[in-house]
């Protein structure tokens, strides 16, 4: 690749390419029975990449995107159902 | 062309206006403040046309016009000292994304103690960050190189400082020739960068780099800034040939023919230069008009034939020396013959420089051993 003036570079999306889920210890595991989809959980990620969309048959869910999930686990603390807790990220 | 008497800081502000600038970011600070109270005067009277933005710290100012230049806006901000000091974080920033920013930096100390008058601490504490910096000695050199440095900044992608002695300048009233509208025009390309933030065609900018890209990069940034001097003699010229008016080669200029030179940088040069003439043919001047990058080639060059010589700084490396002196020196280890080399740091805190500061200097040089350095405190 070559190198433009300052490290520009004339693509977006690079950072997509780092996945930065494996920097994760701690994995958030959803409980779809408890999970009402409310949204906070998605507002308070602070990477993004939470997003609540349709779960089949069973409605509107929080779905966390593992690849880029560094595992903070905000939306454990914040989720007001108790829907989700950690587990340690086996490697 | 008009010739006029005007204060120095709205002469400069003058030569921005000329300049084609679409957005403006300052907080004010004693003695950058005339610079751009001019300026917001200039805009509250619809004089120019651009954006003003009163930011609440000089962080936020260059942090501004750091991202206007990079969606492609010609900008400009101003400060001095503390204000400098607090812009150093994304000093760094701007040059490492080759964003050509120009600002005026009118020279104070840096606190403490608190001191708001003149000397060079502020701007060479910056030369490690890959800025270009020029350093005036008069209110039209501060005119002229405010309009070359955007052609330098521009030419070279690199941000460019442009240091003027506060008070001494920034407040001092001279006969100005301010550049006509249509000349600058002729020597200042619209600004039209090829790499810009734009929704229309996103790029990415400020992207993490990982060691080795970050080491070629760099590299590259340094490679930028070592060739961004051919850029600032061959804009000298070029400038010489609309306006008339040039700055020795843009790097040093050199003044009278004695063997014994002072080297200085800055508003003091005229002190220096009505010295020679009246006082003491026996000297010469070697005046540092770029500080960044260093001259190397032009300083050696000038002090070829010299017997010895005085560096005279306004600022100092604490717990080494004059910051110039180290410079200078260094260069004169590549000569076959090296003079003798002595260093008086002169007017710190807006300590006045006076003929017979000056003649003190002579005197001492005369009987100290090469390597001597001495703070002066004032006649």
């Known amino acids: 690749m ?25 994995k958030p595991r959803v409980d779809f029975s408890k999970c009402v989809g409310c949204g906070v959980c998605e507002k308070f990620c602070p990477e993004g990449c939470i997003e609540i969309k349709e ?14 999930c560094k595992g903070c686990l905000i939306c454990m603390e914040e989720c007001p159902v108790k829907a989700i807790t950690k587990e340690v990220e086996e490697k | 062309m008009s010739e006029k008497v005007i204060e120095g800081s709205r002469a400069i502000a003058e030569a921005v206006a000329l300049c084609d600038v679409k957005v403006i970011a300052a907080y004010p600070i004693t003695p950058q403040t005339h610079i751009v109270e001019a300026l917001a005067r200039m805009h509250a009277n619809g004089e120019i046309d651009c954006e003003f933005v009163n930011t609440e710290a000089e962080f936020s100012s260059i942090s501004l016009i750091l991202g206007a230049t990079a969606a492609g806006a010609r900008s400009f901000t101003a400060t001095s000292s503390q204000g400098l000091a607090l812009m150093h974080e994304v000093l760094f920033a701007a040059a490492g994304l080759r964003i050509p920013l120009v600002m005026v930096v009118a020279n104070r100390a840096l606190s403490a103690p608190i001191n708001i008058w003149n000397d060079h601490q502020d701007s060479v504490s910056q030369r490690d960050n890959g800025w270009i910096q020029i350093y005036c000695e008069s209110v039209q050199e501060a005119v002229d190189s405010v309009i070359q440095a955007y052609k330098i900044a521009e030419e070279c992608l690199l941000p ?34 090829k790499y810009k933030l734009d929704p229309e065609k996103p790029l990415t900018f400020g992207a993490l780099a990982f060691p080795k890209d970050y080491a070629r990069i760099r590299k590259q940034l340094h490679e930028a800034a070592l060739r961004s001097k051919e850029v600032v003699g061959r804009v000298n010229r070029e400038f010489h040939s609309i306006f008339g008016r040039k700055y020795g080669n843009g790097m040093v200029e050199t003044y009278g023919s004695g063997e014994t030179a002072i080297i200085a940088a800055g508003s003091v040069c005229g002190t220096i230069k009505h010295f020679i003439e009246h006082e003491n043919k026996k000297l010469s001047l070697v ?37 110039l002196f180290t410079e200078v020196r260094d260069v004169l280890y590549e000569m076959d013959k090296r003079p003798k080399v002595t260093n008086f740091i002169l007017g710190l805190g807006g300590v006045d420089v006076t003929r017979k500061t000056l003649r003190y200097v002579i005197e001492k040089h005369g009987k100290v051993s090469s390597g001597h350095v001495e703070i002066v405190e004032g006649d």
């Not at chain 2, 001259?295 to 604490?318: F, G, H, M, N």
């Open chain 2, 160 to 193: 460019t400082m442009v240091c003027i002695d506060g008070f001494y300048l920034t407040h001092v009233y001279e006969p100005v020739s301010i550049p006509s509208k249509e000349k600058v025009e002729r020597f200042l390309p619209k600004f039209n960068p």
């Open chain 1, 2 to 26: 070559k190198d433009l003036p300052g490290g520009v570079i004339e693509s977006v999306g690079s950072t997509a390419r780092n996945k930065t889920g494996g920097w994760r210890n701690f």
């Open chain 2, 287 to 323: 005046r540092i008009r770029l500080f960044r990058p260093f001259p190397r080639r032009e300083i050696r060059e000038a002090l070829e034939d010299k017997e010895s010589v005085i560096v005279i700084d306004r600022s100092v490396s604490l717990g080494n020396a004059g910051t």
């Open chain 1, 55 to 68: 779960v089949e048959h069973l409605g509107k869910k929080c779905v966390i995107d593992y690849d880029y």
